[in-house]
C-alpha cells in the first residue's frame, strides 16, 4: 500500500479505483507514511504557519432539516438565537483586538438576514476593518445574493458539498438537492469569491467509495479551502444513535485532501478536536493549516450545537485564542494572524 501512497505524492492523484483500494487496505505504517508525505507537501507549500480564523455563529436559526445536525428545524429542543448586527460587529471589534484579520460569519440557513441586511453589515465590518477578509459560511441562497455580499465586500465563501454520494445526500437531506449544491458553489466561484467546500467523514452508510469520490469531486472543483471533520451524532437528531466518524479515518482524508490539493486551505476542525484531546494538532501534522477558533460570545456558544460536546464552549475568545497558540506552537507551528489568503487566490491577482 505504501506504494500508492508513494504514487500519489509524485503524481498529484490517484484513481478511484486505487482510491478505494488505499481506503480499504490502509495499514499503520501505510498511514504514517501518508500523513508525513501530507506533512511535506504542506510546508513545500505554506511552510510551518498556521491561519487562524475567528469564527461568528450569529444565528442558530436553520430551515433545513439535515439528519445528522443539531440545529436542524425538526430539532423543537434546540435552543436559538440571533446576534443583531451590532453584537456581530462588536464580536468583530474584539477578534480585531486579539489580531484576527478573517472573520468568519456562520449561521443555520435563516431568511430573517435578508440579502440587505448581510450587505450593510458586510460593509460595515469593512469599512471599520479594511485590512481584514469577511468570509461567509451562511448556505444556499439566490446567485444574486451572492453576488450583492461579494460586492458589498464579502472575500470568501465555505459550503461544504457534505458528501459527493448522491445516494447518501438524499438519504441525509430531505427535500435539498445535490445538484443545486454544486451548482451554488460554481456560481460561488464564477462571482470570485474564494470558496471552500469539503465533508464529513463516517456518516452512517458512507463506504470507501463514497470517500473516493469526495477526493475526485474536490480535485475537479479545485476549491480555495477543504472542511473535513468527523460525523458526530447529536441527541436530539433521528441519527442520535449512529456511531461517530473515527480520528484515524478522518486524519486519513485530511492527508489526501493535501497531496490532492497541496495548495489548499484546510482546517484541523473543532469536530476533531472534540472526538480527541490532541485531534487538531495531529490534523495539522497530517496535512492541515488552518484554526478556527470562536469568537461568539460564550452566553450563546452552548446554543450552536451541531453535535454532542462541541469544545471551546465555554471559554472567552482571548482564551481560546491563547490557548490555541500554546497548542500550535508545542506541536511544532507557527502561528500566522494575516489574512491568509489561498495561493490560488493569490496568484490570480
Ligand atoms: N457532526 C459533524 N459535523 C456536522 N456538521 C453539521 N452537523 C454535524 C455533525 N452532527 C457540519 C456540516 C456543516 C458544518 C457547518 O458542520 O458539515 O457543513
Ligand atoms: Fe442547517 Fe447547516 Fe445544520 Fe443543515 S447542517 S440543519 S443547513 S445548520
Ligand atoms: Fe478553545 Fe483551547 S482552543 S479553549
Known amino acids: 500500500m505504501k506504494q500508492l501512497v508513494h504514487k500519489l505524492y509524485a503524481r498529484g492523484e490517484l484513481s478511484k479505483v486505487e482510491l478505494v483500494d488505499l481506503l480499504e487496505h490502509m495499514d ?80 443555520g440557513e435563516d431568511p430573517w438576514y435578508t440579502a440587505d441586511l448581510l450587505a450593510s453589515l458586510i460593509r460595515d465590518i469593512k469599512g471599520e476593518f479594511p485590512d481584514a477578509a469577511i468570509t461567509l459560511s451562511i448556505g444556499e441562497r439566490e446567485a444574486d445574493t451572492y453576488r450583492l455580499l461579494y460586492e458589498a465586500g464579502a472575500d470568501r465563501f465555505l459550503m461544504r458539498h457534505e458528501t459527493a454520494s448522491r445516494r447518501l445526500y438524499q438519504e441525509l437531506h430531505p427535500s435539498m438537492s445535490f445538484d443545486h449544491r454544486r451548482q451554488c458553489l460554481e456560481t460561488l466561484q464564477s462571482i470570485g469569491y474564494q470558496v471552500g467546500a469539503g465533508f464529513m467523514v463516517g456518516l452512517p452508510g458512507q463506504t470507501a467509495e463514497d470517500l473516493a469520490e469526495d477526493l475526485i469531486y474536490l480535485l475537479a472543483l479545485n476549491p480555495d479551502m477543504i472542511g473535513i471533520g468527523p460525523f458526530i451524532p447529536h441527541d436530539k437528531t433521528p441519527l442520535a444513535q449512529a456511531k461517530a466518524g473515527s480520528l484515524e479515518d478522518t486524519l486519513v482524508m485530511v492527508a489526501l485532501a493535501r497531496l490532492f490539493l497541496p495548495e489548499a486551505l484546510i482546517p484541523a476542525t473543532t469536530a476533531l478536536g472534540t472526538l480527541h484531546p490532541q485531534g487538531r494538532e495531529l490534523a495539522l501534522k497530517a496535512g492541515a493549516n488552518v484554526v478556527m477558533p470562536n469568537l461568539s460570545p460564550v452566553a450563546v456558544r452552548k446554543k450552536y450545537a451541531l453535535y454532542n460536546n462541541k469544545i471551546c464552549t465555554g471559554d472567552e475568545s482571548a482564551q481560546c485564542r491563547h490557548c490555541l497558540e500554546l497548542r500550535i506552537e508545542a506541536a511544532g507551528f507557527s502561528v500566522d494572524m494575516g489574512r491568509g489568503d489561498s495561493l490560488k487566490a493569490l496568484a490570480s491577482r
Open 28 to 107: 499503520v505504517e501505510t498511514r504514517n507514511e501518508l500523513f508525513r508525505l501530507a506533512r511535506l507537501r504542506r510546508e513545500q507549500a505554506y511552510g510551518d504557519k498556521v491561519y487562524l480564523r475567528g469564527l461568528i455563529e450569529f444565528s442558530s436559526y436553520c430551515r433545513r432539516n439535515c439528519l445528522y445536525c443539531g440545529l436542524r428545524a425538526g430539532n423543537r429542543e434546540a435552543e436559538r438565537y440571533r446576534l443583531s448586527p451590532e453584537e456581530i460587529l462588536e464580536c468583530c471589534r474584539e477578534g480585531y483586538e486579539l489580531g484576527f484579520r478573517t472573520f468568519v460569519l456562520q449561521s
